[in-house]
């Protein structure tokens, strides 16, 4: 049984990559938008430093505006405690505010419906290959890089000039380095020369995950990526759900055997990890799957 679900998802996700990168002027000259619109957040990872980017990353304006703090007079702040508190004032609240107003209303659904990255893991799937789950306990570690290379070490690992940085774009991101570090040393040939081993470094990274990308369904999703972790906690809670009528399950597998994040769905539908792309409702039989409000 096939619904018309996958393909208008498939479109959803083309159309919010398309929208939030179409600064064509930057394709073709390596420059970046610079306008009202760069002072937005889209909800998904989507690199700030893409020549084609019209929208803010979330996750970067958050790291941002934590290193920013290190920028503050803290000559009188002698303990982790007031460094935390000054740094809380800083913190981006209308950023995390409207991430949390989107997962608050579709939980995780932005990483299934209409994120670039992801899209681009789905793409890199569709290439004929063995297919393999991967260890469920790397999911854990999205939630550690969120802590650590989003929040702690911005604020924490200074510079000589008492200031942090964005770690996680600096260090890890492969969706900088795809939609931003790599189209940049292309369209600015006097880059290329500056490019050292932190280059090199995000480069490997970013192969070694379309690698993993052509035999697991969105490995980023799943272990890396630390929008994902803030999101998923949402799920329980959010205003839009899915609901699993159990008793007349025939225990076939299919929407399991479907599902990206290898989820047991009867048993584990709607937890942190569904992306809630609704893969296991449009292979279900019995149509079991149900998109219901709170």
């Not at 964005?166 to 492969?174: A, D, G, T």
């Not at 399950?249 to 809630?276: N, Y």
Request: aromatic share 12%; glycine share 10%; with cysteine.
């Amino acid at each position: 049984m096939h619904r018309p679900g996958l393909k208008i998802r498939f479109w959803s996700q083309a159309a919010a990559t398309i929208g939030s990168n179409a600064y064509l002027v930057g394709l073709k000259t390596g420059s970046l938008y610079t306008g009202i619109l760069k002072h937005g957040c889209v909800p998904t990872l989507n690199c700030y430093s893409c020549p084609a980017a019209l929208f803010a990353c979330p996750i970067g304006a958050m790291q941002v505006t934590v290193a920013g703090a290190g920028g503050l007079d803290l000559t009188a702040l002698h303990t982790i405690g007031a460094r935390l508190a000054a740094i809380s004032t800083s913190l981006p609240l209308l950023v995390i505010g409207f991430l949390a107003l989107i997962g608050g209303i579709v939980g995780r659904a932005a990483c299934g419906w209409i994120c670039p990255f992801g899209w681009f893991q789905e793409l890199l799937n569709r290439i004929p290959s063995p297919k393999f789950n991967g260890p469920q306990v790397l999911k854990y570690l999205k939630y550690l890089i969120l802590i650590v290379f989003v929040f702690l070490l911005p604020a924490f690992w200074l510079d000589e000039y008492d200031g942090g940085e964005p770690s996680f774009c600096k260090y890890i991101c492969p969706a900088g380095t795809l939609e931003g570090g790599l189209p940049l040393a292309y369209l600015q040939p006097g880059l290329r020369s500056q490019l050292g081993w932190l280059f090199t470094w995000k480069a490997s990274l970013l192969a070694l995950l379309i690698a993993a990308a052509v035999f697991i369904r969105r490995p980023f999703c799943r272990w890396v990526c630390p929008l994902g972790a803030f999101y998923g906690p949402f799920n329980k809670v959010s205003l839009y759900r899915i609901e699993f009528e159990k008793e007349g399950c025939i225990e076939c597998g299919a929407c399991s055997r479907k599902c990206p994040v290898s989820l047991d769905v009867p048993r584990q539908v709607d937890q942190a990890e569904c992306l809630r792309c609704l893969e296991c409702r449009d292979a279900c039989p019995k149509q079991l799957l149900k998109i219901s409000r709170r």
